[in-house]
């Protein structure tokens, strides 16, 4: 069963402008992470966020948690067309969510 | 139905000996994933299967690492000469044939823990 539910399903942005995803979860986390996939790889993860942090920041990407809403948003600023993949987010448990597809046109 | 299942769910090894690590995929499902976690990391890619593809091979950490899938649906991941760095949880992923889900949601099995002494 999927415990993380992402919103907007797609997402289609020139490049530069910023990217923001959202996600829901169900149930209590420890940890609130986010993933990329590009077509036909594996994901390589990107961020963690523990339950205690509301806001953490790692290069170009910005997450935050609201465990009050059960949810979280990733934000990618100034966005570049390698920025084309599909994000996820996943909970302690791994269980993920069906993904945003994102596609940063040139 | 039957999800992915991993077997051993846990394993014990000394130093420099060699495991593997088995994975039974969702019946039907084309692409299947490696990852492995460390305590308090995120998921690590290794291996990724896709269908009767060459493997993307790029995040196994060394050559003591090999994984094969026999006739497109049980993979096994080898690791020789086991180090203790090695010890995480390896978990394995299977996603439907594209075009059918039509999305690339991974479904993944409950992991092997492995720890090298």
């Known amino acids: 069963s999927q415990q993380g539910e992402e919103d907007p399903q797609a997402l289609s942005i020139q490049e530069g402008e910023n990217a923001t995803m959202n996600c829901s979860y169900k149930?209590?986390?420890?940890?609130l992470q986010w993933y990329r996939q590009n077509s036909g790889r594996g994901l390589v993860h990107l961020i963690l966020i523990r339950s205690n942090e509301r806001e953490k920041h790692s290069g170009r990407l910005r997450v935050t948690l609201d465990t009050s809403k059960k949810s979280s948003s990733l934000l990618i600023t100034a966005s570049r067309a390698a920025d084309t993949a599909s994000y996820f987010c996943a909970d302690n448990m791994l269980t993920f969510g069906g993904g945003t597809r994102l596609m940063v046109k040139p | 139905g039957a999800g992915v299942s991993q077997s051993p769910s846990n394993k014990v090894t000394e130093k420099g000996k060699d495991v593997e690590l088995r994975c039974d995929p969702i019946s039907g499902h084309t692409a299947l994933y490696w990852y492995r976690q460390s305590l308090g990391q995120g998921l690590e890619f290794l291996i990724y299967f896709q269908g009767n593809s060459a493997p993307d091979k790029s995040g196994l950490p060394s050559d003591r690492f090999s994984a094969e899938r026999t006739g497109g649906s049980v993979s096994t991941l080898t690791i020789q000469r086991t180090q203790q760095e090695d010890s995480a949880v390896y978990l394995c992923?299977?996603?439907?044939?594209?075009?059918?889900?039509?999305?690339?949601?991974?479904?993944f099995g409950p992991g092997t823990r492995l720890l090298v002494l």
């Open positions: 992923a299977s996603s439907p044939p594209q075009g059918i889900a039509g999305e690339e949601t991974q479904y």
């Open positions: 149930t209590s986390i420890n940890n």
